[in-house]
């Protein structure tokens, strides 16, 4: 969680229209921002445009249409942490491909497939959870995050990942698996080597 105690609430009517809420001044110092409403694809290119300069923090998870384009956060040097809505179900390829400062991010519990490239040297990103419906993980979609540490996984079946979609992460890292699935990750020549530690209870 992040604190919100001095967080920018904008609900928006349309989609397309964050611009017209926010004066020039707030562009240049804003520092977190939560977005309600309908998100177009302007909307989410501006955010992207503030988050490489001030914006830390960006909320989404009450926003509604949200589609995110490949790139469209890539290289946001001062994002820290970033909330997805729950219903979106596609992490395009690159999309925050290094954010260097990005330390933790909230995954959408409906979420089936992270692109290729997508957090590539995200060198804070510490901790993942990847919901019971992932099911694809792309080519270097968490290469050089070195600071991972921990990747929890409610899926039963482990998910689809490449050889190189971990590389570069810790050896230390740790996945967190529902009780009584160990084998069937250690059978998977993909999740294997992880050090693996089962939940007591999957809730």
Same mark, same amino acid.
């Given at each position: 969680?992040?604190?919100?105690?001095?967080?920018?609430?904008?609900?928006?009517?349309?989609?397309?229209?964050?611009?017209?809420?926010?004066?020039?001044?707030?562009?240049?110092?804003?520092?977190?921002?939560?977005?309600?409403?309908?998100?177009?694809?302007?909307?989410?290119?501006?955010?992207?445009?503030?988050?490489? =300069? !001030? &914006?830390?923090? *960006?909320?989404?998870?009450?926003? /509604?249409?949200? $589609?995110?384009? %490949?790139?469209? +956060?890539? @290289?946001?040097?001062?994002?820290?942490?970033?909330?997805?809505?729950?219903?979106?179900?596609?992490?395009?390829?690159?999309?925050?491909?290094?954010?260097?400062?990005?330390?933790?991010?909230?995954?959408?519990?409906?979420?089936?497939?992270?692109?290729?490239?997508?957090?590539?040297?995200?060198?804070?990103?510490?901790?993942?959870?990847?919901?019971?419906?992932?099911?694809?993980?792309?080519?270097?979609?968490?290469?050089?995050? =070195? !600071? &991972?540490?921990? *990747?929890?996984?409610?899926?039963? /079946?482990?998910? $689809?990942?490449? %050889?190189?979609? +971990?590389? @570069?992460?810790?050896?230390?890292?740790?996945?967190?698996?529902?009780?009584?699935?160990?084998?069937?990750?250690?059978?998977?020549?993909?999740?294997?080597?992880?050090?693996?530690?089962?939940?007591?209870?999957?809730?």
């Amino acid at each position: 969680m992040v604190d919100e105690s001095d967080i920018m609430v904008i609900a928006l009517g349309e989609p397309n229209t964050l611009r017209d809420r926010l004066s020039v001044c707030e562009w240049a110092v804003l520092p977190k921002i939560k977005v309600m409403g309908e998100v177009g694809a302007s909307d989410l290119a501006l955010l992207g445009g503030l988050a490489h =300069s !001030s &914006l830390q923090v *960006i909320d989404l998870k009450d926003a /509604e249409s949200v $589609i995110l384009t %490949e790139s469209v +956060f890539s @290289g946001c040097g001062e994002l820290k942490y970033v909330a997805l809505p729950d219903d979106l179900e596609d992490i395009p390829d690159r999309v925050f491909e290094k954010c260097r400062n990005l330390q933790s991010i909230h995954l959408p519990n409906r979420l089936d497939t992270i692109g290729d490239s997508a957090f590539v040297d995200c060198v804070k990103l510490s901790e993942i959870h990847l919901p019971k419906r992932a099911h694809l993980i792309g080519k270097e979609s968490f290469e050089n995050c =070195s !600071s &991972l540490s921990t *990747i929890i996984c409610d899926s039963i /079946e482990p998910p $689809i990942i490449h %050889e190189n979609s +971990f590389t @570069g992460i810790s050896t230390a890292c740790q996945l967190i698996i529902p009780s009584g699935l160990s084998q069937m990750y250690k059978n998977n020549e993909r999740w294997h080597d992880f050090v693996m530690q089962e939940r007591e209870n999957n809730h």
